[in-house]
């Protein structure tokens, strides 16, 4: 194996505008020569959620716009997109000196395609990747629903959801009940499936707003104008054992593919914030928007908390 060398890294939290509320991610940057094994033996190493490594972009990429390619691996695979890896690694690639094409957005190059992410003040936004969705194998739902301990009557709706990450989507009827949700994780593994699971909040009332109105004005601090208040708010929790972490924090992919189901079933209306992270001692705001073409951004704010270098 040839010798390594110095590269810069950094470690960025995402969907917080406070280090250490939100999920974490590692990012090589300048990883440029390393093989498959090297970046799957990192991630597994650092034992986050997801590992980027930053790499030019292919010429076809690039002449489509793109400013860089990404290499997005969990401790047990590689995903062809992860959304809160998507923008803690713009984050960190802004940061180091990265110069993109166009001065409207960056725009990443991964394994799901092109996609573009926008910047808003301090926070940034991906565009929501096209979404594949299924009716899920009713066996596979009734194991999920035994190993999350959920009764018949708490699923509202669930589907599969495919946006280049693979979840298990299920609604469930308050809040309260996902907050409560205690996984037996090895069973989840067991099948093999990452499971989304949300919430919808009632509509809001006062003592709602008390209770989040600090967080809610410190999320929507330079979010899009027409974001400047959610209309519905929605409690989320990702398990992803599958992949060898138990609960995800904050979950770009998961959130994307929510959006997506939710809005087109009407059962939400963009702008909305989504809350998610809380059982882990975190304290992630996802915040949803449509452009005026009906794209779906999702975006957050990103804060470094590391930066430095990694011999690899």
Known sequence: MPAPRTRAFAQVDVFTQVALRGNPVAVVLDAEGLDDMTMQAFARWTQLSETTFVLPPSETARAQGADYQLRIFTPGGE???AGHPTLGSCHAWLAHGGQPQSTQRIVQECKKGLVAIDTQGASLAFAAPSLLRSAPDPELLAAV???LDLAPNQLLAAEQLDNGAQWLGLLLDSPDTVLALAPDHARLKALGQ??????????????????RSSREARAFATAPAQAARPAVQLEVRAFAAATGINEDPVTGSLNASLAQWLTAEGRLQAPYMANQGSCLGRDGWIHVHADDQGQL????????????????
Request: aromatic fraction near 8%; charge should be positive.
């Open 194 to 211: 990452k499971v989304g699971v949300a919430a919808l909040y009632p509509a809001p009332d006062s003592s709602l707003l008390v209770r």
């Open 297 to 312: 951004w999702v975006g957050g704010h990103t804060v470094s908390c590391i930066q430095g270098t990694v011999l690899l």
């Open 145 to 147: 629903l035994q190993a």
């Open 79 to 81: 995903l062809a997109f």
